[in-house]
């Protein structure tokens, strides 16, 4: 069931002319363009105005997203238009997305940390799921520390990120880098100033290839 006022607060966050968290990418993600393959299929979740699909696509990859707002994914559809890249957008609430309908390279999950743990913990589970073997998952959200500075991001201790969490909610992945630091934001009008964030690269082992064809008959 659709939360109608989750919806509303989203849809009021979207509706104005300029983009809420801009049109560039988060930075994480191009600090990252050395780990994307050259060519493949991306998944961006909870994408808002599409800043980070479009630039996925701009580097190649045959790019899926979606948001909850239908509002977020117009301009979404807007943005990528006008830097002249596909993207097959769809709008879509993430606690009722079907991640095994497909599985991609490349995995983006950043800065959706609007759902409590227990939902969490079944969009972590889906995310994995979501990753070829040999695919790429790229994470970012703020950490605990975020709370001193409110600059963005929920002020709810338990909905924020810690190391050790994302060891545990990711068990069977390779950690291919997993930092918490404090940088300077300047993305929009969401996100600005002085912010704790984390981050994480991991890779689904290719050696799960191996193991799903022993199961088959």
Known sequence: MIDQAELKRWNERFQ?????????PS?????????????????CIADG???NSVWLAEQGLDVTAFDFSPLAVDKAKKLAAERKV?????????????????QYDVVAAIFFQFVAPAERARIFAGLNRALKPGGILLLQGYNTDQL???TGG???IEYLYTESLLRESF?????????SHEKEVSEGK????????LDLVARRPAAATTAATAKQP
Do not use: C
């Open 16 to 24: 104005n002319d300029f983009y809420w968290f801009g049109t560039a």
């Open 148 to 150: 001193k500075y409110g």
């Open 154 to 156: 929920p002020k709810q």
């Open 86 to 102: 596909n993207v097959d957008y769809r709008q879509g609430d993430i606690n009722a997305w079907d991640w095994d309908e497909r």
């Open 27 to 43: 930075a994480f993600l191009p600090e990252q363009r050395h780990r994307l393959p050259a060519s493949g299929t991306a998944l």
């Open 190 to 197: 969401g996100h600005q100033g002085m912010s704790a964030l």
């Open 171 to 179: 068990p069977a992945l390779e950690f291919l880098h997993l930092a």
């Open 49 to 51: 105005e599409g800043r």
